[in-house]
């Protein structure tokens, strides 16, 4: 920076009396200040990078003091720099004003295969910093390791898994794969099974991958209990907050299998708990729905947490999570972006893929383009609803996406999206039955739940009459079947 980009600086740490993700200020009006370690690998270690700014003491309201002697104050701050791994070049910029002298050390963010930047003599665990607000936080493991994992181009999507054996692979999918990756690739059509399995990936040195175990496992929880996703739909904007009638969760799933599976019994669940709204098309009174969220959108984002989250030993422990708010979906999955891809890149860049035996076996099984269009995808879908833009957040442990589904779907006669009656509800209910009586038929020992899960879709969606609509908790309520 300039020397009236440092006063402007000054003026405005001054004047809202707090440091910031980018701003670190330190006194060193009585000499260098000790620790400097800590901020430096923090700013080289954010895409931002960011800045030292001496001659303001916090303790004193950010009120100015100037610094001891710039010169040397510089040369001490180099050294810190030099004693990082990889080594940081500072940029300085010196002013004065009233007869003090204050200097700025600009650290210049470091290049992601490069990081953590951290500093020598603690190691890469011990000396690695991240940046959180106004405070700079040792990186945990998992942070370190994700950066080497894409230095060092780690493929924990094919590592092996102890214990698995042929036996818990469903034989046919694995044989349709393995003929689709054939098709057009004659060099594949005549080796043996062995080298064909090693060459798709589906062994490693003769051991069965987690690739295989997600494509293709006839339960691959029995090996990985958390690789699913648990779905919960809740009655408010936020956690915590309970219904009406003191209920956390409308609907709550863990949702198993394969890939496939989990994606099919994802979009199952978003189109079970989502409302779509009833409209007539005034010029042709022709029926029109207008869902809460497009699903094509939704399989997107469901698709995208799949294939692209971290599948390393680090987060084996942790599941994908998808929560329906009454305003929101929001799909959130272990792992930040991958590799030099920024937010605001999704979508307009090619992305480094973290997965990429998984990506390239969804693809061959039709359930992506792997074409980089998923993101783009999703923005359309909402714009077509006239839904707001999707919102893309991302952590070093954590990408999340939320899909806000305004207020058209709420408008109109709303009902489920797909009403199912897998307990004969409807048949039962031909004669009117009471709510003891409905309970007492599904034989589930949660009655609150039973009704909520299995009676009040079909009263939404008017497959369901109530004898006393007025008063629909009346003891003498009875519900039966429309005609």
């Known amino acids: 920076m300039v020397e009236t980009e440092l006063k402007k600086l000054i003026s405005q740490v001054e004047a809202r009396k707090s440091e910031e993700q980018v701003v670190e200020v330190k006194s060193a009006h009585e000499g260098c200040p000790e620790k400097l370690y800590d901020t430096i690998s923090a700013f080289a270690n954010q895409s931002s990078g960011g800045t030292l700014l001496f001659g303001l003491d916090e303790r004193r309201s950010f009120a100015r003091v100037g610094v001891y002697d710039a010169q040397d104050l510089q040369k001490k701050v180099m050294e ?4 990082m791994t990889p080594v940081v070049r500072p940029v300085f ?46 990186m945990t493991e998992y942070e370190v390791y994700s950066y080497e994992a894409f230095r060092k181009k780690y493929r924990d999507d094919v ?4 214990e698995l054996t042929v036996a818990a692979l469903d034989q046919n999918k694995l044989e349709q794969y393995l003929l689709r990756r054939k098709q057009g690739r004659a060099n594949l059509s005549a080796l043996p099974v062995e080298q064909l399995y090693e060459l798709t990936s589906i062994t490693r040195n003769g051991q069965l991958t987690l690739a295989a175990l997600l494509l293709f496992g006839i339960y691959p929880q029995a090996y ?17 907050v309970l219904d009406a009638e003191g209920n956390r969760f409308t609907d709550s799933k863990r949702i198993e299998g394969t890939l496939p599976d989990m994606l099919d019994g994802a979009l ?30 939704v399989r997107e984002v469901v698709l995208n947490a799949l294939v692209h989250r971290d599948y390393s030993f680090h987060t084996e422990g942790m599941p ?31 992305p ?29 879908a909402m714009a077509e609803l006239s839904l707001p833009e999707p ?20 408008e109109g006669a709303s009902v489920p999206a797909a009403v199912s009656d897998e307990k004969g509800l409807l048949e039962f209910c031909k004669t009117p039955r009471s709510r003891a009586e409905i309970v007492g038929f599904l034989a589930i020992p949660s009655a609150q739940y039973a009704l909520r899960r299995y009676l009040d879709p079909l009263i939404e969606a008017g497959a369901i009459r109530l004898s006393l609509p007025e008063k629909p908790r009346s003891p003498r309520q009875t519900y039966e079947t429309a005609v």
């Open 80 to 83: 810190y720099c030099e004693q």
């Open 93 to 138: 910029t010196v002013t004065e004003e009233d007869g003090l002298v204050f200097v700025s050390a600009e650290i210049p963010p470091v290049d992601v295969a490069e990081r953590p930047c951290f500093k020598t003599a603690k190691g890469r665990l011990q000396g690695s910093y991240v940046r959180v607000g106004d405070a700079d936080k040792r």
């Open 159 to 162: 590592r092996p898994v102890e």
């Open 224 to 240: 990985f209990p958390q690789l699913s996703i648990i779905a919960t739909a809740v009655p408010a904007t936020e956690m915590g």
């Open 268 to 297: 199952a669940f978003v189109r079970n708990n989502m409302k779509v709204a009833t409209k007539l098309d005034p010029a042709t009174g022709a029926r029109i729905d207008v869902p809460q969220y497009p699903m094509d959108a």
């Open 320 to 350: 994908i999570q998808l929560i329906l708010y009454s305003d929101r979906l929001e799909v959130r999955n272990p792992g930040g972006l991958y590799g030099r891809l920024t937010v605001d890149e999704l979508g307009r860049a090619q």
């Open 352 to 380: 480094d893929t973290r997965n990429p035996v998984l990506v390239t076996a969804m693809e061959s099984m039709g359930q992506t383009e792997n074409r980089y269009s998923g993101i783009p995808r999703i923005r359309r």
């Open 391 to 410: 919102v893309f957040a991302d952590s070093r442990g954590e990408f999340s996406v939320c899909l806000y589904h305004g207020k058209a779907a709420e």
